[in-house]
């Protein structure tokens, strides 16, 4: 089992900036791809962003490309996400997830095996 802990969130002004951080526990990350995924009110859960076990590879939802940045500190169990030139459709409970992975490889969009209860993120104009 991986416990996951997702903390950062906040109010801020469009055009501001926000960290997310996600602290895992219970088992290291390390065979772990891991995403940000995020739920707006009225709308389904969406895809954020993701990053390989090593770090190598990331994937984007293309309306946060260029503007958020997914990290991992695998010696700190954490995965963060960058959020820059913040928009007011970001506004939404974001959600850290683990996929458990046997080797290397590109993250998905879906389909993760552990998920955090999430944290807020609102944004306004």
């Known amino acids: 089992q991986v416990q996951l802990v997702e903390s950062g969130g906040g109010l801020v002004q469009a055009g501001g900036s926000l960290r997310l951080s996600c602290a895992a526990s219970g088992r290291t990350i390390n065979y772990y791809n891991m995403g940000w995924f995020r739920q707006a009110p009225g709308k389904e859960r969406e895809f954020v962003a993701a990053i390989s076990r090593s770090g190598t590879i990331t994937n984007y939802a293309d309306s946060v490309k260029g503007r958020f940045t997914i990290s991992r500190d695998n010696a700190k169990n954490t995965v963060y996400l960058q959020m820059n030139s913040l928009k007011p459709d970001d506004t939404a409970v974001y959600y850290c997830?683990?996929?458990?992975?046997?080797?290397?490889?590109?993250?998905?969009?879906?389909?993760?095996?552990?998920w955090g209860q999430g944290t807020q993120v609102t944004v306004s104009s």
């Open positions: 997830a683990a996929e458990f992975t046997v080797g290397e490889s590109a993250p998905r969009r879906n389909e993760y095996d552990y």
